[in-house]
């Protein structure tokens, strides 16, 4: 009942238009399956290396840097509205053609070209959360899109690995009819309100408007040294899309319609949890202290698979790592939207944006290369040391960016 009541009082004030953006959201992760099984894709199915498959992910992760800088700089540019529809609609076609060319060459430039597009749909979509979200809320209205996020993610990957069983193809199909539809449902309920927001703006007088881009992020050296360690921590924490499904598979042996429930499993706890989660962390706590407790937790939950690979310790795991996610990402977005000012919170989410990308480049590489020199062991002992050096840091630095928070 205390669970349910927190839930309700969490909920209160968010506006009709955040509701509606974690519904997109949901529908378009909930169709978000390719990613979770893409590296087991690339080695089981086209049979690639290990070190291929690295590379090939890697790619995706170019994209995804791509994608979060030009994401935001189109917002500010055109706005957050038109960003998101060309991203949704543009990305659905190109997972249907992605397993008709299954060379490496083409696999790399076909996941470059998706994950750029995909990726523009981030920095606008968290622009929109920041426009129609009231400042008391924020850090509420981040945390519906990521439930809504992590709710899809618990269908996607579920639903994946009954799909790939059957046939991987069947994943790609999956997600261009998510992304299709959640371009239908974004345009239906937005287009409207879009227009009305264009007109008072235009109507601005002149001086509310001649400031407006007040500074760059990327000349913003406290928030490019908040970033480097975002992007840091991403690394490690990205894990969950790369090596761990590997992890699975190659020592735990689980089937893949196992792995895809434990990944789903992961999601579900972020839906139950997040809301109840972040409210008592707000009323409790500042932004630094739950940074650095999430980012901890995050190292503890790779070092428990030290201890063995049964059904158990994994679930264990993933419900550590997933509170952790709780503590972290969502703050980390309240960090950037405090950081930015009117007119260029593109630009911020976009390299906030770009720093959890470069995960995307580094993960496969860095996680593969060192299983495969030194085992899965060193790669979480490994993590647990980069996790907790990077709490430290990050607590130092958003401490000093938001004193009073």
């Known amino acids: 009942m205390k669970l349910f009541n ?18 997109v959201m949901l ?17 089981d199915h086209l049979k690639f290396s290990l070190e291929n498959a690295g590379i090939v992910l890697s790619f995706y992760g170019i994209g995804s840097v791509l994608g979060s800088y030009l994401g935001g700089l189109l917002t500010d540019r055109f706005g957050e509205y038109y960003v998101q529809c060309w991203s949704l609609f543009l990305s659905a076609p190109i997972f249907l053609i992605i397993p008709f060319f299954p060379s490496i060459e083409m696999m790399a430039f076909l996941i470059f070209l998706q994950s750029t597009i995909s990726d523009m749909f981030r920095p606008a979509n968290s622009v929109a959360i920041t426009k129609y979200a009231r400042p008391e809320n924020l850090t509420k209205a981040f945390s519906l899109n990521r439930m809504a996020i992590n709710l899809g993610f618990s269908i996607g990957p579920a639903l994946g690995g009954i799909l790939s069983g059957i046939s991987y193809n069947f994943l790609f199909v ?21 227009q009305i927001f264009r007109e008072k703006k235009r109507l601005e007088p002149e001086k509310k408007v001649e400031n407006v881009f007040k500074k760059s992020p990327y000349k913003d050296f406290p928030f ?31 089937s893949q319609s196992t792995i895809g429930f434990v990944l789903g499993y992961s999601g579900f706890i972020i839906v139950l949890l997040e809301m109840p989660l972040v409210s008592i962390a707000e009323r409790t706590l500042k932004i630094p202290q739950i940074l650095f407790i999430g980012i901890v937790m995050a190292g503890l939950s790779y070092l428990i698979l030290l201890l063995g690979s049964n059904v158990a310790l994994l ?17 980390m977005s309240t960090v950037t939207a405090l950081r930015a000012e009117r007119g260029n919170k593109g630009a911020y989410m976009g390299l906030n944006g770009i720093a959890f990308s470069f995960s995307f480049i580094f993960t496969p590489f860095l996680g593969t290369y060192v299983v495969s020199q030194f085992g899965f062991d060193s790669l979480w002992i490994g993590s647990f ?4 050096l990077s709490a430290v840091l990050i607590y130092i630095v958003v401490k000093k960016m938001i004193p009073t928070r």
Do not use: H
């Open 6 to 23: 927190s839930y309700i009082k969490t909920f209160k004030g968010l506006s009709r238009e955040a509701w509606m953006l974690s519904i």
């Open 174 to 194: 999956v997600n261009a009819i998510g992304a299709f539809v959640a371009g239908i449902i974004y345009v239906v309920f937005f287009r409207k309100r879009n």
């Open 385 to 388: 040391g980069v996790l907790a």
């Open 224 to 254: 490019l040294i908040y970033s480097i360690l975002c992007a840091v921590f991403a690394v490690c924490f990205f894990q969950f899309f790369n090596t761990i499904p590997l992890f699975y598979k190659d020592v735990a042996k689980l």
């Open 315 to 331: 679930l264990l795991s993933m419900t550590i790592l997933s509170v952790a996610e709780i503590w972290v990402l969502p703050f």
């Open 27 to 43: 529908i378009n992760r909930s169709g978000s399956m390719v990613l979770p099984f893409l590296g087991v894709y690339i080695t």
